[in-house]
């Protein structure tokens, strides 16, 4: 299991990070109590400034994804998938209603913004979408 | 003891560093590259040709070894001055001139090695996509248990036997436990090292070799935190008995040096798609291609 951060791209190398771990609890690839690497080791490995590393491990820490145990390691929360999910919908609602807040303000109407909304989910995942 | 056994164990010592260390480490030079930047060779076919090419390095190194073989030749024949004193035994003299050449050819060595990190680093950017497992390293992905184990009771039992001695009678004073200092030091150390090795970051010979390089790298240093102490135990012992283990000391030190040269000269290429704990990614790996 990899981790892959691009150190020119416009994303904050370690918000890439958080958002990489972040996934691969969602996805179940890390489990709840997995070991993850220590700080020195990532940093290593990535050749990123330590401080870069801890950063991203303090973020998740501080969302409840992971947990720092001392000397013992760093691991997977048992109850991170559940605060990732809220994380991605919390992200989810707040970037929907930048999204219509932007629709609106551009002179859209609430049925245009619906139907929009619609024909994008019917393009995006036909099955789910068609009664 | 014939001293054609010394020439002949310094012989072997200076062809492993001379024609087949070189030799061996040459096959990093590409991998090497494309761990900093998987792209840079494809992007600069000249250079690689050039590198490819160069034959600098192993011809200066068998120039040492031709020229360091033949002044112990001719110094186990006699056509060679004394580098010592006139009543300096003749294996004593072939020793200090062993000594000299692989001084020089050790720091020839590593004096390339520096050089060639620095243009490296100087050269070849740092490619802007890097990956990294999410899996963490410990000794026991390389070790098995009963290797750890067994190395952490005889280095216990080696230090213990240091300190129990003298209580029985056995050894003592200002010269043996400064050898027990050189031999806690040395054990220390190979430990701090083990330990560095495992959290490091996979470089390229991990790339080459896969997870065989770093199992080497820690058993040479878990035989050495065994094997240093002991060998010193014996040279203390040795002397103390009233034999002159200097010569067999040196000797045993030598071929344990052109042991450790076997171990790294028998690593070979990792098949593709053998199990590493560390690959790259598959952007990285069609770029290498």
Not at chain 2, 147 to 161: G, K, S, V, Y
Request: with cysteine; proline share 6%; charged share 20%.
């Amino acid at each position: 299991m990899e981790i892959t951060v691009l150190t020119t791209s416009p994303e904050p190398v370690y918000e890439q990070i958080v958002r990489q771990i972040q996934d691969r609890v969602a996805s179940g690839e890390l489990a709840p109590g997995a070991p993850l690497p220590t700080v020195r080791q990532l940093a290593g490995d990535l050749q990123l400034n330590r401080n870069t590393v801890a950063r991203a491990y303090k973020q998740l820490e501080d969302r409840g994804v992971i947990l720092t145990a001392g000397r013992k390691g760093t691991f997977v929360r048992d109850d991170a998938s559940s605060e990732v999910e809220r994380i991605k919908t919390s992200r989810a609602e707040r970037s929907v209603r930048q999204l219509v807040l932007a629709l609106l303000g551009a002179g859209l109407s609430r049925a245009e913004i619906e139907t929009l909304f619609r024909d994008a989910l019917r393009v995006a995942s036909p099955k789910e979408t068609t009664p | 003891m014939s001293e054609w056994i010394d020439f002949v164990v310094y012989v072997v010592q200076l062809v492993m560093l001379g024609v087949f260390i070189p030799r061996q480490s040459v096959q990093f030079t590409v991998p090497a590259m494309v761990d900093r930047n998987p792209a840079w060779p494809a992007s600069h076919p000249e250079r690689m040709r050039a590198i490819a090419s160069s034959r600098w390095f192993l011809n200066t190194f068998y120039a040492w070894t031709v020229l360091s073989i033949g002044a112990l030749l001719s110094q186990r024949l006699g056509l060679f001055p004394s580098i010592g004193s006139v009543d300096t035994p003749s294996w004593e003299n072939l020793k200090n001139l062993h000594g000299l050449f692989m001084t020089v050819g050790v720091i020839g060595y590593l004096a390339c090695f520096l050089y060639w990190t620095r243009w490296l680093a100087a050269t070849v950017p740092l490619a802007a996509t890097r990956t990294a497992t999410l899996k963490p390293r410990s000794p026991s992905d390389y070790l098995p248990g009963w290797w750890r184990w067994t190395i952490e009771a005889l280095t216990a039992a080696q230090l213990a036997a240091w300190l129990i001695l003298p209580a029985l009678g056995f050894g003592g004073g200002r010269r043996y436990w400064a050898t027990f200092a050189f031999a806690a030091a040395i054990t220390v150390s190979m430990s701090v090292l083990a330990h560095y090795t495992t959290r490091r970051r996979p470089s390229y010979g991990d790339r080459l070799f896969g997870d065989a390089y770093r199992r080497l790298e820690l058993r040479v240093y878990d035989v050495m935190r065994v094997v240093a102490p002991l060998a010193l135990g014996a040279m203390t012992f040795g002397r103390i008995a009233g034999l002159d283990v200097a010569r067999p000391g040196h000797l045993a030190v030598v071929l344990f040096s052109c042991i450790l040269g076997f171990a790294f000269l028998r690593l070979r290429p990792a098949q593709p798609g053998a199990p590493t704990s560390f690959k790259p990614a598959a952007h990285e790996r069609q770029a290498a291609a």
